[in-house]
């Protein structure tokens, strides 16, 4: 049986936060996908309009045994520039802020 955690990580474009993590040991699938706004399934016009306070992010599930999620967010902090809340690089607006979505109380704690 393997054991499986989520960590979900916002930081610009979600396309360019899969590779830090998609060829990680212990990274069974990283899925892009937007998060933490109020509207049911948006469309990218939708959350690149800033109306839906969504993010854009990546879904990470992994093998906890095999890599730390303190190592995910090594990997997540080194991809991000987290002073800047209007979103990362070339990538500008609020969907592509930085920011961590807790699944647990610990991963709160340690994030």
């Known amino acids: 049986m393997e054991n499986k955690e989520t ?3 916002a930081g610009g474009c979600f396309w360019c936060m899969v590779h830090p993590f998609d060829e990680r040991d212990g990274v069974f699938s990283v899925i ?3 998060t933490g706004g109020d509207a049911v399934n948006p469309t990218y016009e939708e959350v690149c309009s ?3 306070g969504h993010a ?3 879904q990470i599930d992994y093998d906890p045994s095999k890599i730390a999620y303190q190592e995910l967010l090594k ?14 690089f070339g990538d500008r607006g609020s969907s592509y802020r930085p ?3 807790y699944t647990t109380q610990a991963k709160k704690r340690r994030s």
């Open 7 to 9: 960590a979900i990580f």
């Open 32 to 34: 892009s996908g937007y």
């Open 50 to 52: 800033g109306k839906t």
């Open 75 to 88: 990997i997540y902090w080194s991809s991000v520039d987290p002073t800047d809340k209007d979103g990362q």
């Open 56 to 58: 854009e992010a990546v």
């Open 99 to 101: 920011e961590i979505f």
